[in-house]
């Protein structure tokens, strides 16, 4: 007897087992009783019945897998998204930390030759402008505040004062936008103008914070 056979065997003999136990039942002689002694059409009623409440049923468990599938298909898919903005955010992450590493260990600009290329590039004649390097009790007040809360263990900041002269308003919004659009990370604090003669010329003072990771192993007391 080979494996098919004997399923066939094994389902044959629980078949007649569990019709054994049904007729044994007091309750179901009592059905087949009533059953027996309903009429052709009761009968055929009885039978649509039963085959409308299994349809019913299977399409009830057909549809409600359905949505089961759909439903994982959905959390899968969300999941995956978020597993997808997580190594996104992830990969961020790592190329910040390597630009934090990077910037700690590059040396700050010449502040001085900085500030003199932005002052040409707005068309600025160097020999007009004057750059003074400020100590802290010399900012103007309104900037102590910004100052102590933009201060952090790994972060160094120089404050400059720029005297300027003989230029045009032109001129200043440009070094003005150069100074705080630039590759390295510089506010323009406060701004100060003044008409010079009767020429139509500016002179104008800006308070400038510049800011430089510092250098490791160099840490300032």
């Known amino acids: ?83 997808g903005k997580i190594q996104s955010a992830s990969q961020e992450l790592g190329a910040l930390k390597g630009d934090y590493r990077g910037a700690s260990s590059a040396a700050p600009p010449s502040w001085d030759s900085f500030i003199q290329d932005k002052a040409i590039q707005a068309g600025i004649d160097s020999t007009r402008m004057k750059v003074t390097p400020v100590v802290a009790n010399e900012e103007p007040k309104e900037t102590d505040k910004k100052k102590k809360e933009s201060q952090e263990a790994t972060i160094t900041q120089s404050n400059f004062q720029i005297a300027v002269q ?40 800006l308070w400038v914070t510049s800011y430089a990771m510092k250098t490791e192993g160099k840490d300032e007391p």
């Open 166 to 205: 003989q230029v045009n308003i032109k001129q200043l919004v440009r070094f003005a936008f150069a100074l705080e659009n630039s590759s390295e990370p510089v506010k323009v604090r406060t701004l100060s103008v003044d008409t010079e003669g009767s020429d139509g010329y500016l002179k104008a003072t």
């Open 1 to 83: 007897m080979n494996a098919k056979e004997r399923v066939l065997a094994f389902l044959k003999e629980k078949i007649e087992t569990t019709v054994q136990w049904l007729e044994e039942q007091e309750w179901y002689r009592e059905l087949i009783e009533k059953w027996n002694n309903l009429d052709h059409q009761k009968r055929n009623t009885v039978k649509l019945v039963t085959i409308g409440f299994f349809a019913l049923s299977l399409a009830w468990f057909t549809l409600s897998s359905v949505l089961s599938v759909y439903q994982t298909k959905h959390d899968m898919e969300l999941k995956l998204d978020l597993l």
